[in-house]
């Protein structure tokens, strides 16, 4: 995770509106997936867009880090939206921006190991009822009964009519439309707005046991319990997955903001990383612009704001411009439970082969408590992660320790306690985990805050639960015209499926605004994603790229990312950027960089020596050589 923040941005363009110079048509603040989704979109229709985020990274919480040779995802890596069926928004938004990209489709969406069972989630609705059935055969009827039900309804109302718009934005005579094809399906999933996950599930079962089955499933996917969570989520959520699959980017999350950052570059727009947003700018009570930490003022006539509703209405939003009333709205928003996450490479046999890539361990059905962890495994599906005999092992799990301390040795103690915790939760799992540990350290909910703008470590905002649900959240559009919202804050809540959505259609309401063509579904799109067979290897990167890009492509992907980048030492030419760029086929975002602050070959061979992959295994990163490409043969 990145601790710097020191690199330089490139010089706004500037665009004319009503007879005023302004930097950019749109400024995106929030470089995380919605707001990227947003951007992408919206520079592919030509607009002037600036994304700014305080990490030197994109992607925000689905983004990686490197240690040595391993890569980390940083956050979300179960990913879904990329299939043929269901609501697979992810897929519609690389078909609109007519950018490729690779994924890895999963066998099991996960693994539960619940009360001493492992519960296979397979894709097959009908045959994971029936894996369900075998843990809970009093109810095997009725399990067979509630997911034809939801699977109905989810195909009626989900399937049939493609939209992907969140519910603040739906046109009204498109939905009337789809009503009336089924009437009985969307009545039924209508009268689940305000009911609670357990009300919808006593329809179904009486066993107490299969409820804190369910209570750890809506806890998983929406972090709350059956009590808390709306039924007309919780529908969605037990049958849409299996529908549309789950998937990982051939690679590592790398590609996924960095193909949408690419779109962003290609299409003229600008990536401000490394700059802090500390204001949204008012003029005339209105808002036209943000002001930068370093003291700089950007104006637009639109912006979309992508982060948490506590950020906006409690830091960025003077006082003077919201109401009292919203001001403690926002604040009112309860949080979901603060995280902490392992981080570790251990022996790759003390992994079982029949291993799912994402395991969910319930070390304690009645409750939530610490043995509750999530563990991604995601080197079984992807051998680029790691070396040959390693798997990478990411856990993340509830936090129940105080991380409000200014003393550092209470800190780092809390942070050793909870990282053994998590290791002895592995073990229980995986015997001989704790021995097999080649490397392991701990973010908390500070890290957290820190490096993904999550308040107080809440790693999916604000809960969606009844009473904060649905048109209860942030909307798409604030207060004024011309400021926007997206993420997890918003209608739809979190999932990286949701929030691409809410930043589709925070890109279609500023189409809308302008005048411009929003991004519909159509028949007979152009598919852009590629599956891949797995266990994906190293030697199948690029395999769609001429021998030249190939090579120069690998050679960046070994860049180590650093926090303090070695080879520059605070030098204003950002090498990490154009090798994360490179690594990803974003040639004028790299060239981008390099023009910003260039250097002569002297300097360059210098930075090249002090490349930290020099020291650690003899080989720098061709710097030179990449420097050489985007410069010269792909200019």
């Not at 519910?167 to 999933?189: C, G, I, N, Q, W």
């Not at 996917?221 to 529908?243: G, K, R």
């Not at 030697?539 to 980048?565: F, G, K, N, S, V």
Request: net charge negative; glycine share 8%.
């Amino acid at each position: 995770m990145p601790d710097d923040y020191g690199i330089l941005s490139i010089p706004p363009a500037t665009t004319r509106v009503g007879g005023r110079t302004l930097d950019y048509d749109v400024i995106v603040i929030g470089g995380g997936l919605s707001g990227l989704t947003a951007a992408s979109l919206l520079a592919k229709r030509h607009l002037k867009v600036a994304v700014i985020d305080r990490s030197y990274n994109p992607g925000g919480s689905c983004g990686v880090f490197k240690r040595g040779n391993v890569t980390f995802d940083q956050g979300s890596a179960m990913l879904y939206g990329f299939g043929e069926n269901g609501f697979n928004a992810h897929r519609f938004v690389f078909n609109c921006l007519e950018e490729p990209i690779d994924m890895i489709r999963h066998d099991l969406l996960y693994c539960v190991n619940f009360s001493g069972r492992r519960i296979r989630f397979y894709a097959d609705v009908e045959k994971f009822a029936e894996e369900l059935a075998e843990v809970f055969p009093a109810e095997k009827e009725n399990i067979r009964r509630f997911y034809r039900d939801m699977l109905t309804m989810y195909r009626h109302v989900m399937v049939e009519t493609p939209s992907y718009t969140t519910a603040d934005e739906t046109d009204r005579k498109a939905a009337m439309k789809s009503m009336l094809r089924h009437p009985v399906s969307y009545a039924r999933f209508l009268g689940f707005l305000n009911k609670s996950a357990k009300g919808l599930l006593a329809k179904y079962f009486s066993d107490p046991e299969i409820f804190k089955f369910f209570d750890k499933m809506t806890s998983t996917y929406c972090y709350t319990t059956v009590e808390e969570s709306p039924a007309v989520l919780a529908a969605v959520m037990f049958v849409d997955n299996h529908v549309g699959g789950s998937y990982y980017p051939a690679g590592s999350t790398l590609f996924l903001p960095g193909k949408l950052e690419k779109v962003i570059e290609e299409n003229g727009g600008d990536m401000l990383l490394g700059q802090e947003v500390v204001s949204i700018v008012f003029e005339g009570g209105k808002p036209v612009g943000v002001a930068l930490a370093g003291g700089r003022t950007l104006k637009a006539p639109n912006i979309i704001y992508s982060g948490t509703v506590w950020s906006l209405y409690g830091k960025l939003i003077d006082p003077s411009y919201s109401t009292p009333q919203r001001r403690e709205w926002a604040a009112s928003q309860v949080p979901t439970y603060p995280s902490v996450v392992l981080y570790s490479v251990v022996d790759r046999d003390v992994i079982p082969e029949d291993t799912a890539p994402i395991e969910m361990l319930v070390g304690n059905p009645d409750e939530l408590d610490e043995s509750e962890v999530t563990a991604y495994i995601l080197s079984i599906d992807d051998r680029t992660l790691c070396g040959e005999d390693e798997h990478t092992v990411i856990a993340i799990g509830p936090s129940f320790e105080s991380w409000d301390t200014a003393d550092e040795a209470a800190y780092r103690s809390r942070k050793q306690k909870e990282q053994q915790r998590l290791i002895a939760v592995m073990e229980k799992r995986f015997p001989g985990f704790r021995s097999a540990v080649r490397y392991a350290e701990l973010a908390t909910p500070r890290t957290i805050e820190r490096y993904a703008m999550k308040n107080g470590g809440a790693v999916a905002g604000p809960k969606q639960m009844l009473g904060q649900h649905m048109f209860r959240r942030l909307h798409t559009r604030t207060e004024w015209d011309n400021l926007f919202c997206c993420g997890e804050s918003t209608v739809m809540g979190t999932g990286t499926p949701t929030v691409t959505t809410s930043g589709l259609t925070a890109a279609n309401a500023v189409l809308r605004k302008l005048g411009r063509e929003p991004f519909v579904y159509r028949e007979g799109m152009q598919n852009y994603v590629r599956l891949v067979d797995k266990p994906f290897t190293s030697d199948r990167l690029y395999d769609t790229c001429d021998e030249p890009e190939r090579t120069i492509m690998r050679h960046a992907l070994r860049c180590r990312l650093c926090e303090h980048p070695s080879c520059t030492h605070g030098e204003p030419t950002d090498i990490r950027g154009i090798m994360r760029r490179v690594a990803v086929g974003n040639w004028a975002g790299a060239k981008k960089r390099w023009i910003t602050a260039p250097v002569d070959p002297a300097t360059l061979e210098r930075y090249q020596a002090n490349c930290i992959c020099a020291r650690e295994d003899g080989e720098a990163v061709p710097i030179s050589e990449v420097v050489a490409y985007i410069t010269e043969v792909n200019a």
